[in-house]
């Protein structure tokens, strides 16, 4: 039942089987694009006819492979430019945040503390929605009043980035907050006793503590932003990120380029994994 | 005599390491017995087997005469206290002590009054709908308690349940629980690494060291006549000394103190002393006693528990001396000159 | 700088980002949901949008459809999930369980776009599945899996339910072995210990992941529209065709917070029936 208990073999062995099961359930579909990708077919699917590498480099009349397919190219690269900034500008807030709710004491600071875990109820649709509203009412009044067209307020790259910014934020702040729990404010009266200013208590002492966990939101907020499609799609202009982008192929034009471009996240995804794991193994 | 436990040639091995070696012993129905040893001498493990959450590697394991190998916790007649007491904090005081009894599918009424006569046993009535977090610590020890016993098992295991507790409550339990165990009369078997907590509560000890059992005996017994060296080493406090020639009823320690010992027919390794032999009060008058000449170094007072260390001319060893509560010694100084006698029964020799 | 101006330092960027960005926004929506464009272009106060969701039966359908439904996933994912969450925190070797972990997050970081796709060639007539199933003499005609409820539902879960173990992991770590163990010791079958013990002991992180699983569910587009069929219909859908088809956009504004309202209220019930509070979701 438990490590300490010794229970009978046909529980262990049924559980081990369902727990095989589930993770065989996780990897089939990430397995199968990897596979598929090198398929030597124009079809998405199967079946198999050999492996090619014409869906990464090729460039011929019916096969334009990843690396030869502008637009798919500008698209991931849209995505990493909108995922630095969202990244860059929610770590800066969250940690603001985390360190306006964990350490300092105001009147509604519960109200406020409650809108800044909104995000986390409320649907990215909406939150897109809901933004592009807002964005489009303050462009036309700006541009009916004082006559200026303000490109930032109609769907655009700097839209995108505001528009996942506003819930990455959010992560951020927990992320950054759950560390920030740990922190032990005797450092900080210490440092205050020897007429440090709070500022340089929050800079010298508090920001340093709180490093690893920084530098882990802004990952994650970066890949927060990377896959989101939900709250993107109401606000991206003439330039897609890459989920986007795939959306619009798989609806409408699925070639196996797509496999080779989800061969290339998964890749690049558990990679990173698995050097952050070894890297924290040999670390602890 | 009934045992109502039998453990025969018990071994158990976690890959090559043994961590209990071919242990046997037999408990009385009723007693309080108790298991004392270091941390990682294999007490944890013995009572894990007995309560079946570790299978034993060989041997067998009887509960009133019958084999428990093989049987899950579950249906053993036997519960344990945990050490962290192990209460459910998603369910009231009522909850906790009925939960065995529901799982045994009593009807209703009779759990309710189990629980209420266990509750009013351990002085809790009144505290059914309490939430286990808002007892205090003493409350807590006696809900799991509680908890175990109202399944009438044939022994109640504990393990170390009173190390959480702050000293001041901690000497209370000990005599809350020796009375709990002579009233209900259920065979506790009680493990802790605290000698003043074994000798206090129980009718046997054991004494377990690297695997094995050294000695099982009264608490007196254990005291008075420990078998092996590591009993009375840490059974009690004790001076202890290496020996290392016997000549002619002589022991030579080593640092050179002589002390005359007969009736030993082998050559002993090592010599214990406990603080309370030394004999102050005009030893010269009393038979078989050696003299020892010393010089007070520090008094350590501690109320009916002072103790003097002294300094032997001798040999330069420094042992610890049982204050004698006599107003003769009132006005010992450090520095004074000390002649005290030691009985020749008091000289605990062992080969090892 | 002083401890005030340290202050107003912190407090006013996290002002401007709720205020700009989540409050006006919100109430911008609300109030573009009452709004009706008559017919010469003048911009009057109706209540219009909301009875076009009450009148078309379509509407009100797919909306009760999709809280349903994503209840429904919810509760599959942790019974999916759970007994995963249990294994990985109290029955593995320790040695194994970060590695195991580790692969649970990699999907979530994958995002839903590429694992979605993933299944879509998976459950395709001509897909992985039924090309094996046929190859093995199972079935004669592929199975029609795609574009079903059935789809939209796996799709649904695989990019769901894995936001519900890390809570439950976490809650059932810090829970002490030795309970589990004096159940057991008092009699309690396995059956018992999980319904009585665990599972109670676990409730503060089977809310917060359930509520997270409910919300990615409730507010998703990608998995229903591209693995569910013309008979899956999700609000979502509805809302983003409001928008971005027919550019009727009070009317999508009116569908949006309807949406709202109702993850809201179904978030609050969760929270009331458990007696969590959302301060404890983040965490």
Known sequence: ?284 | ?352 | MSKRGTFYLLIVPVILWLAVLIVIPHMDMMYRSFRLETDDGAMVYSLSNYLVFFQDQIYWLTFVKTAVYSIGVTVLAFIVTFPVAFYLTKVVKVSYSSFMTLLLLIPIWIGELVTVYGWMILLRDNGVINTFLMNIGLIDSPIEMLFTNFSMTIGLLYMSMLFMIIPMMSALDSMDDSLIEAASDLGASKWTIFRQIVIPYTTPGITSGGIIVFMLVIGDYVAPNILGGKSSLWFTEQIYNKFLESFNWNEGAAFGFLLLVLSSTIVWVALKLSGQKLEKVGS
């Open chain 2, 1 to 352: 005599m009934s045992y109502v436990l039998e453990i025969i040639n018990v071994t158990k091995k976690f890959g090559e390491h043994k961590a209990v070696d071919a242990v046997s012993f037999n408990v009385e129905d009723g007693g309080f017995f108790s298991i004392l040893g270091g941390s990682g001498c294999g007490k944890t493990t013995l009572l894990r087997m007995i309560s079946g959450f570790e299978e034993v590697t060989e041997g067998e394991l009887l509960v009133r005469g019958v084999s428990m190998n093989g049987i899950p916790p579950e249906k053993r007649p036997v519960n344990i206290v945990f050490q962290n007491l192990a209460l459910f904090p998603m369910m009231n005081v009522e909850r906790n002590v009925a939960f065995g009894l529901q799982r045994r599918k009593l009807p209703r009424n009779e759990v309710r009054t189990r629980v209420a006569e266990m509750l009013e046993r351990v002085g809790l009535l009144g505290f059914e709908k309490k939430k286990v977090t808002e007892l205090s610590g003493g409350q807590r020890q006696r809900v799991a308690i509680a908890r175990s016993l109202v399944l009438r098992p044939s022994i109640l295991l504990l393990d170390e349940p009173l190390g959480a507790l702050d000293r001041k409550l901690r000497e209370h339990m000990k005599v809350e629980l020796k009375v709990l165990q002579k009233e209900i009369g259920t065979t506790f078997i009680y493990i802790t690494h605290d000698q003043s907590e074994a000798l206090v509560m129980s009718d046997r000890v054991a004494v377990m060291n690297e695997g094995r059992f050294e000695q099982i005996d009264t608490p007196k017994n254990l005291y008075k006549n420990p078998k092996t060296s590591f009993v009375a080493g840490f059974v009690g406090e004790s001076n202890e000394f290496d020996v290392v020639s016997y000549n002619n009823g002589v022991l030579t320690t080593e640092h050179g103190l002589k002390i005359k010992k007969s009736r030993i027919d082998f050559v002993p390794k090592k010599l214990f002393i406990r603080p309370e032999a030394f004999v102050l009060d005009s030893p010269e008058d009393l038979p078989d006693v050696d003299l020892v000449s010393t010089k007070v170094k520090t008094i350590l007072f501690d109320g009916s528990n002072t103790k003097i260390s002294v300094l032997i001319k001798e040999s330069n060893d420094e042992v610890l001396i049982s204050f004698p509560q006599n107003a003769k010694f009132e006005n010992l100084q450090e520095g004074d000159d000390l002649q005290v006698g030691i009985h020749q029964d008091d000289l605990k020799c062992y080969r090892e």
């Open chain 1, 1 to 284: 039942m438990i490590r300490t208990l010794p229970c009978s073999l046909p529980y262990l062995a049924g559980y081990r089987l369902y727990i095989s099961l589930f993770y065989i359930f996780l990897i089939l579909p990430l397995i199968t694009i990897c596979v598929l990708a090198f398929n030597d077919s124009n079809y998405i699917a199967l079946p198999w006819k050999g492996f090619s590498l014409d869906w990464f480099f090729a460039n011929t009349d019916d096969r334009l492979g990843l690396f030869k397919d502008a637009d798919l190219l500008l698209s991931i690269w849209v995505s990493f430019k909108t995922g630095f900034f969202v990244a860059l500008f929610s770590t800066l807030v969250g940690t603001t945040a985390a360190l306006l709710f964990e350490q300092e004491q105001f009147r509604f600071k519960g109200a406020l503390y409650f809108l800044a875990l909104a995000p986390l109820v409320i649907p990215g649709v909406v939150l897109g929605l809901s933004i592009l509203l807002s964005s489009t009412n303050a462009g036309v009044y700006i541009e009916e009043t004082f006559g200026m067209d303000i490109e930032l307020l109609r769907p655009s790259f700097w839209l995108v980035v505001i528009g996942q910014f506003s819930f990455a934020a959010t992560y951020v702040m927990l992320l950054v907050g759950a560390r920030l729990k740990k922190f032990d404010r005797t450092l900080e009266e210490a440092a205050l006793s020897l007429r440090a200013t709070r500022l340089q208590v929050i800079w010298l002492i508090t920001i340093p503590f709180l490093r690893a966990s920084i530098i882990g939101a802004f990952i994650v907020a970066f890949l927060i932003s990377f896959s989101n499609f939900n709250t993107t799609i109401f606000l991206v202009g003439s330039d897609p990120t890459l989920p986007v982008d795939l959306y619009s192929r798989i609806k409408f034009s699925s070639t196996p380029v797509l496999n080779a471009v989800s061969f290339m996240v998964v890749a690049f995804i558990t990679l990173s994994a698995i050097l952050s794991f070894v890297f924290n193994r040999n670390k602890g």
